[in-house]
């Protein structure tokens, strides 16, 4: 195989029917969370991080193309993100529903959100350790994978901090604390639980991914 045939099979990998759903995908979601969204300050904070996701994605695909799945689990984390900005995540109205349905206290989306912030960077960061051969040893890898992780929900409550510093009291929509006083280490929580559940169920099938770009 020549190396240009060699470099058009990464730049082509994922294929450009998949590129051109997910882009479709990505872009009626963010139009559809920018209408008459609860307020315009909470969904730029809330969507903001996917909008960088989007632009490193686009900035670096002919490059550093990443595995099918973690585009996807990206896109995922963005959807959760447009909807969670749209609405505020404390007034979600299927977890309104579920909240009282089950009788609950509080709107729990956030923690949706938060499960997938670990889930999602947990395979990115996979992805980027086994790409660069930076770990050597699969018990490491899980170990680094999940430190990382929760330096990311740490890094991210620390943001929150922030923006509520500066902010003050238009700061409570985006936290969506909703009164709970441990709602910061409980994020950090299902983060931590969301990166162990992505290393435990896609570890095999990101591994069969990978395999494609050793083989280029």
């Known amino acids: 195989m020549s190396v240009e045939s060699s470099v058009e099979r990464k730049v082509s990998y994922p294929g450009t029917g998949q590129r051109a759903v997910w882009l ?9 969370s920018a209408v008459n969204p609860k307020d315009y300050p909470t969904w730029f904070l809330e969507v903001v991080p ?15 193309p990443l595995t099918p799945l973690l585009y996807w689990l990206i896109l995922i984390h963005c959807l959760i993100l447009m909807v969670g900005g749209h609405y505020t995540y404390a007034e979600v109205p299927l977890f309104d529903w579920i909240r009282d349905y089950t009788g609950g206290s509080r ?14 960077p947990a395979i990115l960061a996979r992805e980027l350790l086994l790409r660069l051969n930076v770990v050597n040893g699969r018990l490491w890898l899980a170990y680094v994978v999940l430190c990382i992780v929760l330096s990311f ?13 500066m902010s003050g009291e238009s700061a409570t929509a985006f936290l969506g604390t909703q009164g709970y006083v441990w709602d910061t280490q ?22 069969r991914q990978l395999e494609r770009f050793a083989a280029d």
Do not use: P
């Open 24 to 32: 479709l995908i990505f872009l009626a979601v963010l139009i559809w």
């Open 50 to 64: 996917a909008l960088i996701g989007i632009a490193l994605i686009v900035g670096t695909y002919r490059r550093f």
């Open 107 to 120: 709107n729990n989306y956030d923690k949706v959100g938060h499960f997938v912030q670990g889930f999602v």
């Open 153 to 165: 929900s740490a890094f991210y409550e620390l943001i929150e901090w922030w923006v509520a510093l």
């Open 186 to 207: 409980s994020d950090m929580q299902y983060a931590l639980v969301g990166g162990i559940a992505a290393l435990l169920m896609l570890s095999r099938w990101h591994d």
